[in-house]
């Protein structure tokens, strides 16, 4: 199964794409500091961040699942 492309743009050349969710890109960052992060637009300040929050929301915690199955954190 090929992986979508991301929907919106993401300017950080330390994330990695894990694919979607709902309306949001997810993605990694996977240099220190480690986080994982849900995009829904390409505005630079539409997104959410942070592994301290992945319990509270969906989002961010299928990004952290993803991110730890492929051993990015």
Not at 13 to 38: S, W
Not at 45 to 52: A, F, L, N, R, V
Request: hydrophobic content about 30%; charged content about 35%; some cysteine.
């Amino acid at each position: 199964m090929r992986m979508p492309k991301p929907r919106f743009k993401h300017d950080c050349d330390n994330c990695i794409f894990l694919g979607q969710y709902k309306r949001f890109d997810l993605y990694v960052h996977a240099e220190e500091p480690k986080t994982v992060i849900a995009r829904r637009s390409s505005n630079p300040e539409d997104y959410k961040s942070g592994i301290e929050f992945i319990s509270m929301d969906p989002a961010l915690g299928t990004a952290y699942r993803r991110a730890k199955t492929r051993r990015l954190i």
